[in-house]
């Protein structure tokens, strides 16, 4: 079940699951992640026993190896999104760190939307202490 849902994960870049599976994924996957960086025959044959997809293990090493070539570690994000209806299973996002493109737009648009609103204040501060003087 793992290795099926690491090659999902490597493949798709997120997948929906639950939460105890998402953090039994976490543990299989981040060891493969990081063997991805060295491209080896020995790193290829070790991941290939683990994945056993031959798809997979190419887009891990040829594009999410060289994305995370940079990072020390922490490859994967859980995001908790609530409780499954039938069961009440508490389910969750498992992505990849650097594929979230959404949220690496967002967050530069936030920085620079308040460091314009840091902007006006000063000079909405500045008139209103000129008009008391």
């Given at each position: 079940?793992?290795?099926?849902?690491?090659?999902?994960l490597i493949l798709?870049?997120r997948?929906?699951?639950?939460?105890?599976?998402?953090?039994?994924?976490?543990?299989?996957?981040e060891?493969?992640?990081?063997k991805s960086?060295?491209?080896?025959?020995?790193?290829r044959?070790?991941?290939?026993?683990?994945?056993?997809n031959?798809?997979?293990?190419?887009?891990?090493?040829?594009d999410?190896?060289?994305?995370v070539?940079?990072?020390?570690g922490?490859?994967?994000?859980?995001?908790?999104?609530?409780?499954?209806?039938?069961?009440?299973?508490e389910?969750?996002?498992?992505e990849?760190?650097d594929?979230?493109?959404?949220?690496?737009?967002?967050?530069?648009?936030?920085?620079?939307?308040?460091?314009?609103?840091?902007?006006?204040r000063?000079?909405?501060?500045?008139?209103?202490?000129?008009?008391k003087?």
């Open positions: 079940m793992l290795s099926n849902m690491a090659s999902s798709h870049k997948i929906t699951t639950t939460l105890a599976k998402a953090k039994a994924l976490r543990i299989y996957v060891p493969l992640i990081n960086k060295d491209d080896s025959t020995h790193s044959r070790v991941v290939m026993s683990y994945l056993q031959k798809e997979s293990v190419t887009e891990l090493f040829r999410v190896a060289l994305k070539a940079n990072r020390p922490g490859y994967t994000r859980i995001l908790k999104t609530g409780h499954r209806l039938g069961d009440n299973a389910m969750c996002f498992i990849l760190v594929y979230n493109e959404h949220r690496l737009k967002t967050t530069s648009i936030d920085t620079a939307a308040a460091k314009r609103t840091r902007r006006s000063k000079k909405a501060e500045t008139t209103t202490t000129d008009e003087q």
